[in-house]
């Protein structure tokens, strides 16, 4: 092989990588975005009637010894909506922690694959140079 066609071999693997890691960007987007529609939703409906619930709670304190009642009743209801609330925002980054953690190692396979072609062909014309 001329050094020419080494030149246009590492010119091509160095376009696979930017293929890979476009494509990487783009799959973390997507996740990002999916999981964000997902969990963003549930996590904002929850969030603002917890803030709702959260403020009746402030009030019923507020006036203790005339609404000792509600506020036993309404104790459990903002502990669950704190503990979905909670949950609910776990899960999602769980959910993009996994995937984003997928797209992160199939880059590094493919590059680690390409490194190894970039290092054997810069051998080649290491040799080919000394010649």
Same mark, same amino acid.
């Given at each position: !092989?001329? &050094?020419?066609?080494?030149? &246009? $071999?590492? =010119?091509? @693997?160095?376009?696979? @990588?930017?293929?890979?890691?476009?494509?990487?960007? $783009?799959?973390?987007?997507?996740?990002? #975005?999916?999981?964000?529609?997902?969990? &963003?939703?549930? @996590?904002?409906?929850?969030?603002?009637?917890?803030?709702?619930?959260?403020? @009746?709670? &402030?009030?019923?304190?507020?006036?203790? =010894?005339?609404?000792?009642? #509600?506020?036993?009743? !309404?104790?459990?209801?903002?502990? *669950?909506?704190?503990?979905?609330?909670? =949950?609910?925002? %776990?899960?999602?980054?769980?959910?993009? *922690?996994?995937?984003?953690?997928? /797209?992160?190692?199939?880059?590094?396979?493919?590059?680690?694959?390409?490194?190894?072609? /970039?290092?054997?062909?810069?051998?080649?014309?290491?040799?080919?140079?000394? %010649?």
């Amino acid at each position: !092989m001329s &050094d020419e066609e080494l030149r &246009d $071999q590492i =010119n091509k @693997i160095a376009v696979e @990588i930017e293929k890979i890691e476009q494509t990487a960007k $783009q799959k973390e987007t997507y996740v990002k #975005n999916r999981i964000s529609e997902e969990f &963003d939703a549930k @996590i904002s409906e929850i969030e603002t009637e917890l803030q709702k619930e959260q403020a @009746i709670l &402030d009030e019923i304190v507020k006036s203790i =010894n005339e609404l000792a009642i #509600n506020k036993k009743e !309404m104790i459990p209801v903002v502990k *669950n909506l704190e503990q979905k609330y909670k =949950n609910l925002k %776990k899960d999602k980054e769980k959910a993009l *922690n996994e995937q984003l953690k997928s /797209i992160i190692k199939e880059k590094k396979v493919k590059s680690k694959i390409i490194d190894q072609k /970039i290092k054997l062909l810069e051998k080649k014309l290491k040799a080919t140079e000394k %010649k």
